[in-house]
């Protein structure tokens, strides 16, 4: 069975980053997708040889401590992956994992390691096209598991 993990970015250790951890000790073969991997902090906890990222770590305009600003462009970056070689696929989410589109014959399970109730709450236009973003991407994935009731 092929299994792929992914975390919508890798640039610190934080809880979302231990789940991960965790994961990638259970499914040691599998690949780690993400769309920003800062190796310089995060090499000796996931090796880049497992690494498959979608390289937004080298646009010089995309700061390591800006990535919560990128919502849209993460959302839509996480679109692009192809999982089409694998049986499951396992998101941890911090905020954009959860809309990884897979095809009908891999099962998608979703851990949401962070609660957005932040986006949610926001009263701007930005979240609220957000938002509606997030409603239908939620619908993507086969198993949704919280650790919260928001």
């Not at 934080?14 to 994961?23: A, H, M, N, R, V």
């Not at 259970?26 to 390289?55: A, H, M, Q, W």
């Not at 839509?76 to 941890?92: L, Y």
């Amino acid at each position: 069975m092929r299994v792929a993990l992914l975390h919508d970015t890798l640039s610190s250790f934080g809880p979302p980053e231990k789940i991960l951890f965790s994961l990638s000790k259970i499914f040691s073969d599998s690949p780690i997708y993400t769309l920003l991997y800062n190796e310089k902090t995060l090499v000796s906890i996931f090796p880049k040889s497992r690494i498959i990222s979608y390289g937004l770590e080298k646009n010089p305009f995309l700061r390591l401590k800006h990535k919560e600003k990128l919502s849209l462009l993460h959302g839509s970056k996480i679109e692009t992956f192809d999982f089409g070689g694998f049986d499951i696929v396992i998101s941890v989410n911090s905020g954009f994992s959860h809309a990884a589109i897979t095809s009908l014959n891999t099962k998608h399970i979703s851990y949401f390691a962070v609660n957005l109730e932040n986006l949610w709450n926001a009263k701007n236009i930005f979240n609220h096209y957000t938002r509606i973003w997030d409603f239908y991407a939620s619908k993507r994935a086969d198993t949704l598991i919280a650790n919260s009731k928001h």
